[in-house]
């Protein structure tokens, strides 16, 4: 694959493959706080970090969201892609696999430091559960931007 496609390529399914596993994650996310397992909406327990107030945390938060997840998209493929790995199965447990590390990363972020200083009192009380399902979603995170860029052929 010459350079220019591989670029194009390259942004294509990191942008596509970053709001497809950001759904996925926030689908999961939406499941546990409707069942109860977890409580508090992540997107305006984000938004709320920089507004201080519910007001326009929703929409603060989903645009964070949103960005962040492209990005993250684009970390993924680029180190799914310098790893080297060949077959579709490596490339899709190798995603699963950078969303545990990322999701260790935010659940202990989340649970020891900024669930402490939150602004609003309704989301200072993260708990292991909290952590647990953030971690959780990053894996699904990781496990679907895994499956995106193995499909693409990119990696290998």
Request: glycine residues 14%; hydrophobic residues 55%.
């Amino acid at each position: 694959m010459d350079s220019a496609n591989l670029i194009v390529s390259y942004l294509f399914f990191s942008f596509f493959g970053g709001l497809l596993a950001t759904a996925a994650f926030s689908g999961l996310l939406y499941f546990f706080e409707r069942t109860n397992v977890t409580k508090g909406n992540m997107i305006i327990a984000l938004g709320s970090l920089l507004t201080h107030s519910r007001e326009r945390a929703a929409q603060v938060g989903l645009i964070i969201h949103l960005v962040s997840g492209v990005f993250f998209g684009l970390l993924y493929t680029w180190g799914l892609m310098a790893i080297g790995a060949t077959s579709f199965g490596a490339v899709f447990l190798l995603g699963g696999l950078f969303g545990v590390l990322h999701g260790a990363v935010v659940a202990v972020g989340l649970v020891a430091s900024i669930s402490d200083f939150h602004p609003l009192p309704e989301f200072r009380k993260a708990t292991w559960v909290v952590g647990f399902t953030h971690g959780l979603a990053h894996v699904i995170y990781g496990l679907v931007m895994g499956f995106i860029v193995a499909s693409s052929g990119l990696a290998g």
